[in-house]
Structures are given as C-alpha cells and as structure tokens.
C-alpha cells in the first residue's frame, strides 16, 4: 500500500498509522519528524516510496529529492551514532 500520494505545488497527503490522511507540504518540518519516527519494516518501505517519488517528480519538485536526501542523512547518521 502506497502511503504518499502527490500532489501539485510541492504538497502531499501521507496516509498515517493511525488511517489519517494529512495534508502536508513536501519539505515541511512535520513531514520530516514523522517519517523520522517510524521503524523497521515501515521505515524501509517509506524510504523506498521517497525514493521512487524523488525519481518521478523531483525534476518538477526538488522537494522530493531534497526529502529522500534528509532521510537518508537522518539514517546515515543514526548509523554512526
């Protein structure tokens, strides 16, 4: 199941644990802190959707490259800690 879904301007809804859809901008802080919170099986899944979309769209909307980019900063450095 996909957990992003991609909208125009640089926003997204992202399909909570909790079955919310939140509205989010794709660069926002919030957004950041709640794919950071997740583990596991979950996290490798989401980081692989932020991958993906970073390949489809992140031409038009670096957003999404700028998103996988922390996210794996944020692995690589949970890594070394």
Known sequence: ???FTPLG???CYFAAGDGKNLHLKVDSEELFGLLSAIEGA???KIDAEVTELAAK???????WKALAAKLTAG???EAAA
């Not at 769209?57 to 957003?63: D, L, N, S, T």
């Open 9 to 11: 301007g640089g926003f």
């Open 1 to 3: 199941m996909k957990r």
């Open 75 to 77: 692995d690589l450095a």
């Open 57 to 63: 769209f992140g031409e038009k909307v670096p957003a």
């Open 42 to 44: 979950d996290r490798t």
